[in-house]
């Protein structure tokens, strides 16, 4: 990406209503580190995975090894 770019996406990422739990860090962070060695993933597909989970939304990716722990533990897909 080129610096305006750059500039123009961080932008976009500014008007989403994000929302950090971060009462919730600690639970959280052993949820997803217990998941990721579960379905044998990494901490940062698992910490969608859990997400997806957590909310009841279902999960949109393209990762074989992704979508297969998602329907072992009961994740909807987007297809």
Do not use: N, W
């Not at 379905?39 to 279902?58: G, N």
């Amino acid at each position: 990406m080129s610096p305006d770019e750059s500039e123009a996406a961080f932008q976009r990422l500014r008007v989403l209503p994000i929302e950090i739990e971060r009462e919730a860090l600690p639970l959280l962070f052993h949820a997803v580190s217990a998941l990721a060695d579960e379905q044998d993933l990494t901490v940062y597909d698992a910490a969608y995975l859990e997400l997806a989970r957590r909310d009841r939304l279902p999960l949109a990716t393209r990762d074989k090894k992704l979508r297969s722990a998602a329907r072992a533990i009961g994740v909807d897909l987007v297809v």
